[in-house]
């Protein structure tokens, strides 16, 4: 595995402040293509997009349990027109109230919101470590609010969808961790032993460790866990379910039986922070990503500039292939500088008379010279995001999908 400090297209400045990086155009491209993803396959999977601030009433926080129980890791209030706003640790409170905004029959559940949103963690200096641990953070969240039979399916859904997405991404979790309550812990009381043995269910059948100490302050969780380069893990991806959090909110619906119930909250993140993933898939590819998330995905190279002007013509029909021109230095020296490049297409006087494309795939396997059009054809197929439904792998027409380190 690699340093993602040293292969990331990102920075740090001391005018912004330490753990508050900033995205370079490449790194903001593989971060806004995974989201894209992630989206997609959430939509697919049944769930409907929200958006929500990222400052909330010290209240909210108050009645959610993070102020007395999690206010270490929160910035302090600001005074604002008489009262005290918090830049949000969690998302989960604002999508309560989503849930609570309207009248819910028990025919809506379950209900599933997600969202891309942002919430922010007094971190220590010492904590701090690239794009793995940072303040502010772009958290892939969501909800599912259901009823007590549906929560265990729900679970387990989301446990595959993770999966899913792992294996799209082509990462390895390094371990299933089941998050128990610890002694001496701050927990809030509730119904934990249904919650854990639900979990359980959801994790029968998958080698996993129980940890004690490492829950929710709400509830138990399952830890999709990665590793870095130094074998240091993290939690990447969680599943956990929630019985606190729709009482404190007095959160109901409408059952069959015409009386008001209770739902249950099942909090799922696919890839977590968006900016450990990205940390993560940096360091596993070693920057040679997958061609669907690659910065640049074909790079045009002009033998002379004679072949400069054909060059720019098929730049301009590469429409959502993400494309450069690399005319500078020696022809040698392009063709190794753009080595994690799924595709590179050589452009001498035989393909710029024939109006032709000369792929050389990222392992440096040449692919015989054809049209332009049929050549960027195939590369859209080979860069397609891979299909959010759980159908077998796909096999692509066309080029071959460049292997990724």
Not at 102 to 109: D, F, I, T
Request: overall charge neutral; aromatic content about 6%.
């Amino acid at each position: 595995m690699h340093d993602h400090r040293k292969l990331g297209r990102f920075g740090t400045d001391p005018l912004i402040g330490a753990g508050l990086p900033y995205w370079l155009p490449d790194g903001a491209i593989v971060r806004h293509s995974l989201e894209e993803y992630v989206r997609d396959l959430e939509r697919r999977a049944g769930y409907r997009h929200v958006h929500s601030p990222v400052l909330g009433k010290r209240e909210l926080y108050e009645i959610s349990g993070h102020w007395s129980l999690y206010r270490d890791d929160m910035y302090p209030p600001m005074d604002v027109g008489g009262e005290q706003l918090v830049l949000r640790p969690s998302l989960c409170p604002h999508h309560a109230l989503i849930y609570r905004s309207s009248g819910r029959s028990y025919r809506e559940l379950p209900l599933r919101i997600a969202e891309v949103g942002g919430m922010y963690r007094a971190e220590l200096s010492g904590a701090l470590g690239g794009l793995s641990r940072v303040r502010a953070i772009q958290l892939n969240d969501a909800h599912v609010f259901c009823t007590l039979d549906q929560v265990e399916a729900e679970a387990a859904a989301a446990l595959a969808l993770i999966r899913r997405a792992y294996d799209a991404l082509r990462i390895s979790p390094a371990r299933f961790r089941l998050s128990l309550p610890g002694p001496g812990g701050k927990y809030v009381p509730g119904n934990w032993d249904r919650a854990v043995a639900i979990l359980r269910s959801v994790l029968d059948g998958l080698p996993y460790d129980a940890v004690e100490g490492e829950a929710a302050f709400y509830g138990p969780k399952i830890d999709v866990q990665i590793a870095d380069g130094a074998g240091r893990e993290s939690t990447l991806s969680t599943v956990q379910v929630d019985f606190h959090q729709p009482e404190q909110f007095g959160l109901e619906y409408v059952g069959a039986d015409g009386a008001k119930h209770r739902p249950v909250m099942v909090h799922r993140s696919i890839i977590g922070s968006v900016e450990r993933a990205v940390a993560q898939l940096i360091e596993v590819h070693g920057g040679a990503f997958p061609a669907w998330l690659a910065p640049v995905q074909l790079r045009l190279l002009p033998v002379s500039a004679a072949e400069l002007p054909y060059a720019r013509e098929v730049l301009d029909r590469c429409g959502d292939v993400r494309a450069e021109i690399a005319s500078e230095g020696s022809l040698g020296a392009r063709i190794r500088d753009g080595r994690l490049v799924p595709f590179q297409a050589v452009l001498g006087p035989q393909e710029a008379a024939a109006g032709q494309l000369s792929v050389r795939l990222r392992d440096g396997h040449r692919l015989d010279a054809q049209p332009a059009e049929d050549a960027l054809a195939s590369i859209r197929e080979a860069i397609r995001p891979p299909s959010p439904r759980p159908a077998s792998r796909r096999q692509e027409p066309g080029f071959p999908v460049p292997p990724s380190r």
